[in-house]
């Protein structure tokens, strides 16, 4: 996918849809090629998804360009990892 919304429409996979607890609507969680993203899938002591630091980001998916036929994955497709507490 492409994340339109990075300053260089910067290309990542998707890596988790569903919800996110501090968010009130369904979001994807993509790692980004390049390490210009926010966390590596854990966000407030809950891993959503795994990936190097400062590749992950959450985003609406209005806000992703699908490529080479790529289709956004349905939310029951991905399980949230089990809950994690940061020490």
Known sequence: VFYRS???RTSGVVRYVGPVAH???ILV??????PT???DGTVKGRSYFECPQKTG?????SDLDLIDGDELPAVDDFKPAP???LS
Request: aromatic share 4%; net charge positive.
């Open 6 to 8: 990075h300053p260089r």
């Open 23 to 25: 968010a009130r609507s």
């Open 29 to 34: 969680g993509v790692q980004l090629d390049e």
């Open 37 to 39: 993203g926010k966390h």
């Open 57 to 61: 980001i959450f985003c609406q998916p």
């Open 83 to 85: 809950h994690q507490t």
